[in-house]
């Protein structure tokens, strides 16, 4: 197993919408061959309040995949 690790800094005025979207992308993600399954966590990045941050792991089988 291979976690693929995506960091994500949207402006907070964008968040809402990206993270509709980002729900979307990670379904979408998920039925690519190889990828199963997925993990979103919310970051807080101290001193930074005008954005939103994610971090996104992807379960995948290999990194052939």
């Avoid at 690790?5 to 919408?17: F, I, K, Q, R």
């Avoid at 930074?48 to 992807?58: C, I, L, M, P, Q």
């Amino acid at each position: 197993m291979l976690i693929y690790e995506v960091n994500l800094d949207v402006h907070a005025s964008s968040a809402t919408a990206f993270r509709r979207w980002l729900d979307g992308h990670v379904l979408e993600m998920l039925g690519l061959p190889g990828f199963f399954g997925a993990k979103i966590y919310r970051r807080e990045e101290p001193d930074d309040d005008r954005s939103a941050h994610w971090t996104v792991h992807y379960r995948l089988e290999s990194r052939e995949a």
